[in-house]
């Protein structure tokens, strides 16, 4: 069964510096999408970045970035200039051909004035 | 149109009462897909429909539990006999056939006393 861990509980950055949120996944599938979404608090979950395995290159969205490493089985996200708003729950994400998402158990980020 | 909504947002009920939940998709998508979400965890797959037609049930939903679609638009989530470790944040996703991204409701927060 596919798994992804999230190693990091809780992570803090000051306003306007970069932040790395590490991911692992465990699969033997080839082709696969991996996601990061970020649930505020007391609001909905909201797609921040997506990496579709087949792709080398790493997927870029404004501020937010990712290291995919598929040999590794890595998928870090990393924020850049990072701003108040920016401060919720982060989870990592796996589909292959299945439908279901399959999540990590989160990194609290908090973001410091 | 609004996103995904879901009713009640919040629920409490006594052990061994029935409850149910609404979720209404975003109006063109045609997959729903329920999660369940525990403090300190990440989502956990329940089920997902693709119109109206049930095509994965996790492990996790027991006989106790039932998800509905009848038209291919809202859908229900009953959970009949609650136990206290029933307890925990139900979301709903909807999805368009096709396209990776899945777009999170608020949520329904079940406590069982």
């Known amino acids: 069964a596919q798994t992804v861990t999230q190693s990091q509980p809780e992570m803090s950055v000051q306003e306007a510096e970069t932040v790395t949120l590490s991911c692992t996944y465990d699969t033997s599938e080839s082709d696969y999408y991996l996601f990061w979404y970020k649930q505020p608090p007391s609001r909905q979950m909201i797609l921040v970045i997506r990496?579709?395995?087949?792709?080398?290159q790493n997927a870029t969205e404004n501020r937010f970035s990712v290291n995919f490493q598929k040999a590794a089985k890595s998928f870090s996200l990393k924020i850049s200039d990072s701003q108040l708003g920016d401060a919720a729950m982060y989870f990592c994400a796996y589909r292959s051909g299945s439908e279901k998402l399959v999540f990590g158990k989160g990194t609290k980020l908090t973001v410091n004035p | 149109d609004t996103g995904v909504s879901q009713d009640p947002r919040h629920k409490i009920t006594k052990r061994g009462q029935n409850v149910t939940f609404r979720c209404d998709p975003i109006?063109?998508?045609?997959?729903l897909y329920w999660y369940r979400q525990t403090l300190g965890q990440g989502p956990e797959f329940l089920t997902y429909f693709q119109n109206e037609a049930q095509l994965e049930k996790s492990r996790l939903l027991s006989d106790r539990f039932s998800a509905e679609r009848p038209k291919g638009s809202f859908s229900t989530l009953e959970i009949q006999r609650t136990e206290q470790g029933d307890s925990a944040m139900y979301l709903c996703a909807s999805s368009l056939e096709g396209r990776t991204e899945a777009f999170f409701g608020q949520g329904t927060r079940l406590t069982v006393v």
């Open positions: 109006s063109e998508h045609n997959r």
């Open positions: 990496q579709e395995a087949y792709k080398q």
